[in-house]
């Protein structure tokens, strides 16, 4: 099973497995980790989500579609060139997910 | 959503029987389980028994007239939190059980009574009993066929019928009537929408916007008609299957499928029943206490004062979303640990609709302007309401940075001035002023 292995603001990491074809956000919220809110569940309506994606792994995503791109610009902290809203980013079999997540959300 | 049984914490038993709680939240769905997920966070140390009548694990309700109608959303992905997550928190479950009568001291404490005859005792009390389907009033509206999307029972029921279904009647055009509407065409059926006032969404938008979504729907294949005046539903030959929706007039649009989405009912009873203050909802104050000052209610059930800062003193609303329901639910979780916080934000709310991605930022209660921005090469439209002035709401449709800068604006008190915001050209972050 992937692992997503998360890394909040203060530098605390946690790892949670997840299901290939689950995303980033729904392994995140169905486990409680604080620093995604994802009020919208997912449909790329609220940049809730928000995430930075190690750099040495950011060529493994797929790219951004033009909503995703400008919803990240209204996110509570701004955004970064590594910047996804992890609803958008889907768990392969054999692909660990490296990301941070922001201060807030809100 | 799944029929897998839940491992739910089970609460102690005293010798009569009945079951102690600390916190008993009523309603496990989206402020039902915001308010334990936050009282958690927050440090509440009591038992929380989160209990609904559902027969499913606590779902997210938005994509059941979007993504998992069309099926493309499995609806393991629609739970909110793992049984782990629950576990772990403390946190006991109840589905299934659906409470008829609460007995409640003055301290707050009682015993909620469920219909099965189980008996949930508590020391405080959370109403998260949201909202239920207007049923449609018109003769043949008990037919087979006849159905309402409000939770995921009338979603599988509908998805079960689809078969075979060649035309489907959307009663209602509001949100959920025509995110389904949108949905149904999409999954090839001939739909056909009636709406009884003059314009569409007409409760939550303005008029440009309606006038944009019917032109808009109207293009991508919807039959949609306005001021429709229906008369009854019409039973297939000897059977007690609907076969079309008859409007006055004498016209029968013909249906295999009728679906009605004509509003919501908060779902008041048991609020009533205790004696709780109820207008439109259970009447609750900034920090979500019910009249009787120990009772939350959060919300869809509840009636709140205007949270948008700014907002008349006395001005009140009920409001029907996620955004309300999670943000409603974090001041209930600080009253409940006896903090006082007001409810002041800026609601939002999406809906997808076909392409059409519609996103809410502030109400518009109250606006006497509005500007509309237009950019009809990239389909984007918003519409910006203003009240004496000042920027109060907007409508954005496939135009997520509009929405953002509004949203934005909105909540560090800056206005976007209509003047300048009525070029489609102009990037609203970059005219936001303060005061
Ligand atoms: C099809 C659909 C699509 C939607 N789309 C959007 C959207 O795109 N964006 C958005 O912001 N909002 C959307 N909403 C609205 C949003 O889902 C609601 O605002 C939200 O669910 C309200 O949460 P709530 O917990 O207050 O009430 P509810 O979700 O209504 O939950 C109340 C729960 O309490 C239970 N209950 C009631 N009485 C009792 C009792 N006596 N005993 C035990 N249990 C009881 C009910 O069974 C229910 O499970 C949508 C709603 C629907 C139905
Ligand atoms: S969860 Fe809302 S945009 Fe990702």
Redesign the pocket.
Known sequence: MPTVHFTDAEGAVRDVEGNPGDSVMETAVRNGVPGIVAE?GG?L?CATCHVFVREDTLDQLPEMEEMEDEMLYGTAVDREDNSRLSCQLKLCEGQDMYVSTPETQV | MDTTTTTTAVPAETADGAVRTGLLI????????QLAVSLRALGFDEHITL????DHR?Y???????EFLQGTVESESLIFRSNQYWEDHNVALVKG????RIDKEADGSGVAH?ASGAEFRFRRLAL??????RRLQVPGADLAGVVY???ADD?LALKAQLGGVQDAVVIGGG??GL??ASSLHKMGKNVTVLEYGPRLIGRAVGEETSEYFLTAHRGRGLDIRLNARIQELVPADGGGRVAGVGLEGGTVVPAQLVLVGIG?VP?T??GEQLGLEVDNGIVVDRHALASDGTTVA?????NMPNPLPGSPEGERIR???????IEHAKVAAYSLMGRREDYAGIP?????QADLKLQIAGLTLGYDQTVVRRDEERGKFSVLYYRGGQIIAADCVNAPLDFMAVKNALAKGQNIPAEAAADPAVVLKTIATDG
């Open positions: 919208c449909s309506s | 009523i309603g496990a769905s989206q402020s039902g389980v209990l609904g009548e559902e606590p997210q309700r938005p994509a059941l007239s979007k059980e659906r409470i008829e469920a998260t009993v949201g909202a239920r389907a999307l409000r939770n979603a949100f959920i995110e389904a919501v779902n009873e048991l959060v919300g869809d059930v509840a409001l029907e979303s996620v955004n309300n329901a939002w709310f999406w809906s997808n």
